[in-house]
């Protein structure tokens, strides 16, 4: 029970990162509470991965280029998105189309990998490909044909392929580097990767953030509460309870996200985002059901590193 609460409680604050975001995305430009959020995880990671950097520096170094490849898929690019994508949809849509991952992640994986798939998880590809297009059309199979379709909801679907992208290397590479030492990295130099994003949209967008109360504790909450806290709880959860177990968990994410965004932001819930979210979480625990335990595992624990 105690390694569940552990789950939930990371759960909770993985989908408290959807309705922080579009809270601040009207006050802070999408790169630029990107580029805090970074900033504020990454001063956190330089007191928690002394040890590794210490220990493993000059593996770090000379790796430069996979880890940098590793920041630009799984934090410039999808973190950027995420918040971007938040601009023109509502968090229940993002946080459905994001519980779509793991079908992206087939996908490529079949096509950059050669992955074999079994027959169901075929099925669940096609299941879960009609619920983001549902979602993505609002129901309308209009929209479909005349390819009118939610800016953001696009957006997002970019972001969960930077972020499959991301898997792909971190199946590569991620093995022979330090756990700490390397997210550490990743975030330090997101944040210098991001600088520059964040002056063009201060110069183009002549921006003038209300540094109030509420933004302090939103910007604090990004930076300590999804990238750290939130990862701790991940852990130690599915250290005891394991991976496969805990990816069913992961399904609550678009729940929670819609229970806060309906009492915190006043969101409406539609026929069309509950039929595309059942879609969606059939086809990926159809897909993922199948899959290895190693290969969940391995996945789920990176992913939730920098989500």
Excluded at 56 to 73: C, D, E, F, M, Q
Aim: a positive charge; glycine letters at 6%.
């Amino acid at each position: 029970m105690k390694a569940y609460i552990f789950i939930i409680v990371a759960i909770l604050f993985f989908s408290g990162n959807f309705i922080v975001g579009k809270l601040m995305v009207d006050n802070i430009p999408a790169f630029t509470l990107s580029f805090l959020r970074c900033s504020i995880a990454f001063l956190i990671m330089v007191m928690l991965a002394q040890k590794d950097w210490k220990n493993h520096r000059g593996v770090l170094l000379r790796n430069w280029k996979p880890i940098y490849a590793l920041s630009l898929t799984g934090i410039v690019f999808f973190i950027g998105l995420v918040y971007f994508s938040l601009h023109y949809t509502t968090t229940i849509n993002a946080s459905i189309v994001e519980a779509s991952t793991p079908i992206f992640a087939s996908i490529l994986g079949l096509i950059l990998l050669k992955e074999r798939l079994l027959f169901l998880q075929y099925v669940g590809i096609i299941i879960s490909f009609i619920g983001v297009l549902w979602i993505v059309t609002s129901g309308s199979v209009q929209q479909l044909f005349s390819l009118q379709f939610n800016v953001g909801d696009l957006l997002m679907i970019f972001a969960v392929l930077a972020w499959c992208v991301y898997s792909i290397l971190v199946k590569k590479h991620m093995g022979r580097l330090p756990t700490k030492g390397s997210l550490m990295v990743m975030l330090g130099m997101a944040c210098i990767t991001l600088l520059p994003f964040v002056v063009v949209e201060w110069i183009v967008l002549d921006i003038a953030i209300n540094w109030d109360t509420s933004t302090i504790i939103s910007v604090l909450y990004l930076g300590i509460f999804p990238s750290i806290i939130a990862i701790i709880c991940w852990n130690k959860g599915v250290e005891t309870v394991g991976a496969s177990k805990a990816a069913v968990c992961l399904n609550l994410i678009p729940v929670f996200t819609t229970i806060q965004a309906v009492l915190i932001l006043n969101e409406r819930i539609y026929i069309e985002q509950l039929l595309g979210g059942v879609f969606v979480i059939i086809g990926v625990l159809l897909t993922t059901k199948l899959r290895s335990p190693l290969k969940v595992s391995h996945s789920l624990l990176k992913k939730q590193e920098i989500n």
